[in-house]
């Protein structure tokens, strides 16, 4: 799904309009048609509603939002926010239909006291949308201090006001609970900083265009099921273990061997036919015990990694889980990135030590994916003030090694060497958790070791990763949820993209 431009989404809005063809009012009402039916599932008509409107086609929206409300026997309560804007024609035609209906239609012109809005079960947000182009002031800026001090419940028609689509908010926005969108998502709606003003988002389709989405220069991009499934490697009858590589997992030390217990599982749980795990002498017996299908090439030291014989015959390599940060562990990753030209996983303790030894990101071989969290992620490429350079950041690293980077968290963001960003959908707070992160990288090192282009694992493994946190959660809730609970949920996640 194409993630676009509040300009592009204008453009689009055109296009339809002159080659459906669609007057625009008459895509307006296919617009407060979509929000109603998303919000008439949700809120009965023993609801009483509040609108904001401001007079453009965000504020017309609300109008015919208010109208199509009444015809369902909601008791609306309509306030027109009169500022600077100017009524759009699709404002006035929908102004025009409320004309003979009880609505209950009140001006703002100035400054209100903030109880203005009191006395209605839900509030929606109608004053500014996707031609928001600066912070709002005067009595704009008054209004939305006013809904976010409206103790209700409060919707944002198609993007929250005061929020910019696609470029960092500096005002005053409003903090709504949910947002119904129109056809695509904002691009901010993406980042951790929105999250206050846009609460849980939908996208509700207004039928616009598809071919015209389709041709829309853009790089950014959400990630959907159906993408995700057709990059699943089907098996055929005459494969052999061979046929789906042989992974080497560089990862755990005294204390923290988990880490390797845990990828080397979820490796095994992503289809890898052979796994190999290089473990300190701690972790022999427990690796040998915990994961039966792995075979080990075990260091000499008895605590952390220093050394590995070669790895060449190896499709891929995952390192960093549990690695710890000791200087013969730095000197044995410097050889290994030296040594070993195929694809590889670089995740915690390996991406640390990168941070901390700078010089050597140029050994980074080309193809590699980068699973950082937002600390790690810091730590490499410093600090950042808006999520957009944040993500600049990541399209920068991306290229300079020539990989993809992962940044985790919620839509956690998949970018390429070609500044292409893809957004994952799966994934919830109940993974915040430890270990989760040692499960991609095991999942992100099996699929690379079967074969899998680097972005292709990595659109792949995030997705799977994200759907058993899901999967796991609707079983356990998510407060229950611990990293084991993923790689059970491997397999069915698996099943739901066969
Ligand atoms: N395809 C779709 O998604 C459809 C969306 N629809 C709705 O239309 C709005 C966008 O409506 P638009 O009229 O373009 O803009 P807004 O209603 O968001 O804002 C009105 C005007 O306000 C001006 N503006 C911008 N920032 C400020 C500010 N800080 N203070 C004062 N005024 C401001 C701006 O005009 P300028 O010339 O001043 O830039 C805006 O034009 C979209 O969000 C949907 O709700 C359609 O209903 C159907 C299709
Ligand atoms: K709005």
Not at 58 to 87: K, M
Not at 112 to 140: H, I, K, Q, T
Not at 445 to 456: D, I, K, S, V
Request: net charge neutral; glycine share 10%; with cysteine.
């Amino acid at each position: 799904m194409k993630i676009i431009t509040a300009q592009q989404t204008k453009a689009l809005d055109a296009h339809t309009i002159a080659h459906e063809p669609i007057a625009s009012i008459d895509l307006m009402e296919r617009a407060c048609r979509a929000f109603v039916t998303w919000f008439t599932q949700r809120f009965d008509n023993s609801h009483t509603v509040g609108i904001v409107c401001g007079t453009g086609n965000n504020g017309g929206d609300g109008l015919g939002i208010a109208r199509l409300l009444q015809g369902w026997n909601y008791a609306v309560t309509v306030w027109i926010v009169r500022g600077s804007v100017a009524e759009s024609n699709d404002f006035k035609t929908n102004l025009e239909r409320l004309k003979n209906t009880r609505i209950k239609i009140l001006e703002i012109t100035e400054a209100p006291e903030c109880s203005v809005f009191a006395g209605s079960d839900v509030l929606l947000d109608a004053v500014f949308g996707s031609g928001l182009s600066r912070p709002p002031e005067g009595v704009y800026e008054r209004v939305i201090t006013c809904i976010n001090a409206t103790a209700t419940r409060r919707i944002a028609v198609d993007i929250p006001s005061g929020l910019m689509a696609d470029q960092p908010t500096t005002g005053a926005c409003v903090e709504a609970h949910a947002t119904v969108t129109f056809q695509l998502p904002k691009l901010s709606f993406l980042f951790p900083s929105s999250h206050r003003f846009v609460g849980d988002w939908a996208v509700v389709d207004i039928g616009l265009n598809k071919n015209f989405i389709r041709e829309l220069p853009g790089d950014h991009f959400l990630l959907q099921q159906k993408d995700v499934r057709k990059q699943v490697k089907k098996r055929s009858t005459f494969d052999h273990k061979g046929t789906y590589g042989h992974a080497l997992l560089v990862a755990g030390a005294r204390g923290k061997m988990g880490a390797a217990v845990l990828s080397s599982r979820a490796a095994l749980r992503s289809g890898v036919g052979l796994l190999t795990v290089h473990v300190p002498q701690t972790g022999v017996d427990i690796l040998q015990t915990a994961v039966p299908e792995a075979m080990l090439s075990i260091d000499a030291h008895s605590d952390f990694y220093t050394a590995l014989e070669t790895a060449d015959r190896f499709t891929a390599v995952g390192i960093g889980p549990g690695l710890g940060k000791s200087p013969e562990t730095v000197k044995a990753l410097k050889k290994l990135l030296e040594n070993f030209q195929h694809p590889m996983v670089l995740d915690a303790d390996s991406l640390n030590i990168l941070a901390e030894n700078r010089e050597l990101l140029h050994l980074v071989p080309p193809g590699c994916i980068l699973t950082p969290h937002p600390k790690e992620f810091e730590r490499i490429v410093g600090s950042w003030q808006t999520d957009f350079e944040r993500l600049q950041k990541q399209k920068q690293l991306a290229a300079q090694l020539n990989g993809v980077v992962v940044l985790k968290g919620a839509y956690s963001s998949i970018v390429g060497p070609d500044g292409k960003v893809y957004f994952n959908p799966t994934g919830n707070p109940g993974m915040a958790t430890g270990g989760s992160g040692d499960v991609l990288t095991g999942i992100l090192t099996g699929l690379l070791a079967q074969g899998y282009a680097t972005l292709a694992a990595a659109q792949v493994g995030v997705y799977l990763h994200g759907l058993t946190g899901d999967l796991a959660a609707g079983e356990k809730g998510m407060n229950s949820l611990i990293a084991s609970d993923l790689i059970d949920f491997l397999p069915e996640a698996y099943r739901r993209l066969g």
